[in-house]
Nanobody, 120 residues
């Protein structure tokens, strides 16, 4: 239903910033929610932040005050601005979407992930 293309990952020093982008394309009526998850080596995948179509946001405690999620509805794109990065933020960050699609059903999709590495 939905193809999610992520960009913006990379290597940054502690205290630095990165901006992740995720563009959604495909056949769907609307996007309920888009968000970012991350998975560090040896750990479970965890929610970082999500944003609804109405602009409501939710953040993991580890992201509050440092990360900002936003979206451009016209471009079906979600952004994650990450500031004051720490080595513990190192992980593969994956985009997630919930859309209203074929048959007026809700579909969930994932991007392939982008690596974020924060050096100390």
């Amino acid at each position: 239903q939905v193809q999610l293309v992520e960009s913006g990952g990379g290597l940054v020093q502690a205290g630095g910033s990165l901006r992740l982008s995720c563009a959604a394309s495909g056949t769907f009526f609307s996007i309920y929610m888009m968000g970012w998850y991350r998975q560090a080596p040896g750990k479970e995948r965890e929610l970082v932040a999500f944003i609804t179509s109405g602009g409501n946001t939710n953040y993991a405690d580890s992201a509050k005050g440092r990360f900002t999620i936003s979206r451009d509805n016209a471009k079906n794109t979600v952004y994650l601005q990450m500031n004051s990065l720490k080595p513990e933020d190192t992980a593969v960050y994956s985009c997630n979407s919930h859309v209203l699609g074929k048959g007026l059903r809700e579909y969930e999709d994932w991007g392939q992930g982008t690596q974020v590495t924060v050096s100390s």
